[in-house]
């Protein structure tokens, strides 16, 4: 397999993992980060593991 299949997979998975994520939250700023998550796919899904999870 190639590399870069492998890691758009990934990527792919990540950002799935964190829209469902995000929209199973309770968090009051939700529609702000599925706007970040959808416009950021890559980048928007680790800012939103790594700081908007923790808040609730």
């Not at 199973?24 to 950021?40: D, E």
Request: net charge positive; aromatic share 10%.
């Amino acid at each position: 397999m190639n590399l870069n299949y492998i890691l758009s997979v990934l990527c792919l998975v990540l950002w799935i993992m964190a829209l469902v994520d995000c929209l199973k939250s309770n968090n009051s700023n939700k529609i702000v980060w599925i706007l970040v998550i959808i416009l950021l796919p890559f980048l928007g899904s680790i800012l939103y593991f790594l700081i908007g999870r923790g808040r609730a």
